[in-house]
């Protein structure tokens, strides 16, 4: 879109074959804000239009080649200036077939010549005011269109940025696994899916036996290096549709859709096994990792909560009877 100039003045386009009269009507138009344009021929006057803006066209009725009506009928057919005011300044402008057929084609006005100077700028003033009002409408309207194309910009990165944002909160840093807030939020989702259909889900609570111990001997970060192992290990023996977030310090969570706790117990035996088997080395120095698995079953007759505490209450009674294994 071409910008609007908002301090351009408007321009008067003004046609006759008579030279005299060409240059009198343009000197009236100087007490005027207006830029002028002179043609002498309707023919120059289209080829003028075809690329050029005016506010007003000012023109002859009788020309030799095409007269004033035939050109104004040229002119209403161009879409840019449809709209473009057209008087007829003529020796015959006050007979009334003229008026009805230039009225027909387009014409807002006609003046008799030879016209009061006076009259003729104070028509011409008022179509040159209203072109200058539908500018400053056209520059606000732009401006609007720019305000809100800046402000959408705005709020399109806001929220790019807010959804980012969303998103680093719900990740931890260290595993890249999902975290304890985002983990309620998607067993949350998983209750309301479980009780629609009526099928259980399984929650796992897993604890990295010794973690302190290991963590007082090599450091937090042989510990850290230990978790993300493990937080890869984890991703790798699910399924698709099975979920697992870091839930605090050396614990993971797993949402297990559509599995009551006997399928549960098979995927923590598979991962528990695979954990047990792992080869981890640090600073050249071998490490063997293990981890305690605790299984709450979701139905209608528990709450999350419940569940939750089930699968906690069964990962310290795993803990109890030996660590690395399973209690459900």
């Known amino acids: 879109m071409t910008a609007i100039d908002k301090k351009a003045k408007p321009t008067i386009?003004?046609?006759?074959?008579?030279?005299?009269?060409?240059?009198?009507?343009?000197?009236?138009?100087?007490?005027?804000?207006?830029?002028?344009?002179i043609s002498d021929s309707g023919e120059?006057?289209?080829?003028y239009l075809q690329n050029e803006e005016v506010a007003l066209i000012l023109t002859d009725l009788n020309m030799p080649g095409m007269d004033g009506i035939e050109m104004l009928s040229h002119i209403k057919h161009n879409s840019k200036h449809s709209v473009t005011p057209v008087i007829f300044i003529s020796g015959n402008a006050n007979e009334v077939d003229i008026q009805i057929r230039g009225y027909k084609t387009g014409a807002v006005d006609f003046l008799q010549k030879p016209y009061n100077p006076f009259i003729l700028q104070s028509k011409v003033k008022v179509f040159l005011d209203l072109y200058n009002k539908q500018k400053q409408i056209e520059f606000l309207l732009e401006e609007q269109r720019g305000l809100n194309q800046k402000l959408q910009s705005v709020t399109t990165e806001l929220d790019k940025k807010n959804r980012e944002l969303d998103h680093l909160s719900r990740i931890d840093p260290l595993t890249h696994l999902p975290n304890r807030r985002d983990a309620r939020e998607k067993m949350q989702q998983e209750v309301v899916r479980s009780v629609r259909n009526k099928d259980p889900f399984s929650v796992i609570i897993a604890d990295v036996d010794h973690f302190k111990m290991f963590n007082d001997t090599y450091g937090h970060e042989g510990g850290d290096n230990v978790l993300v192992a493990l937080a890869n290990t984890i991703k790798q023996n699910i399924r698709s549709q099975d979920y697992v977030c870091r839930w605090g310090g050396e614990e993971f969570l797993f949402l297990l859709p559509e599995t009551d706790r006997y399928g549960a117990k098979g995927l923590a035996e598979k991962i528990r096994l695979k954990v047990e088997q792992l080869e981890l080395m640090y600073h050249d120095q071998p490490l063997h990792i293990t981890m305690s698995f605790g299984i709450g079953e979701f139905n209608r007759r528990k709450t999350l909560e419940e569940v939750v505490k089930t699968a906690d209450d069964n990962l310290y009674r795993a803990k109890d009877i030996g660590r690395n294994c399973v209690f459900a």
């Open 13 to 37: 386009l003004i046609i006759d074959d008579d030279e005299s009269m060409r240059f009198l009507i343009a000197r009236h138009m100087t007490k005027l804000e207006c830029d002028v344009i």
């Open 44 to 47: 120059k006057a289209i080829e």
